[in-house]
């Protein structure tokens, strides 16, 4: 049986830095896309970052783009998004989710498309 759980969340100054984990357990690790999305106080949940296999294989929202980083090591079954240069606008709660890959196209920015979420981790970027 699949779990996720994230942590790493905290609050920071605007340009600092953070790197949540993300802890997978249950077989197949490396089967699976991990993504991490984030949902700001009364908005929608967003896509940040996904990544497939190694770093060849990563997607990102574009407010984020050269400001985080997501990368994965499957010996130790974990995910990890390290924020650099943090701003306000990327307060939120920050979601870590699972999908298992197939072989058709996989809208990867859509949190429908993922089965197993943790329970989320809290940013803060003050001013």
């Known amino acids: 049986q699949v779990q996720v759980v994230e942590s790493g969340g905290g609050l920071v100054q605007a340009g600092g830095s953070l790197r949540l984990s993300c802890e997978f357990s249950g077989p197949g690790f490396s089967d699976y896309a991990m993504g991490w999305f984030r949902q700001a106080p009364g908005k929608e949940r967003t896509f940040v970052a996904t990544?497939?296999?190694?770093?060849?294989?990563?997607y990102y929202t574009d407010s984020v783009k050269g400001r985080f980083t997501i990368s994965r090591d499957n010996a130790k079954n974990t995910a990890y998004l390290q924020m650099n240069n943090l701003i306000p606008e990327d307060t939120a709660v920050y979601y870590c989710?699972?999908?298992?890959?197939?072989?058709?196209?996989?809208?990867?920015?859509?949190?429908?498309?993922?089965?197993?979420w943790g329970q989320g981790t809290q940013v803060t970027v003050s001013s």
């Open positions: 990544i497939f296999w190694t770093a060849a294989n990563t």
């Open positions: 989710a699972a999908v298992e890959v197939g072989h058709g196209v996989m809208e990867i920015s859509d949190p429908r498309t993922y089965d197993y």
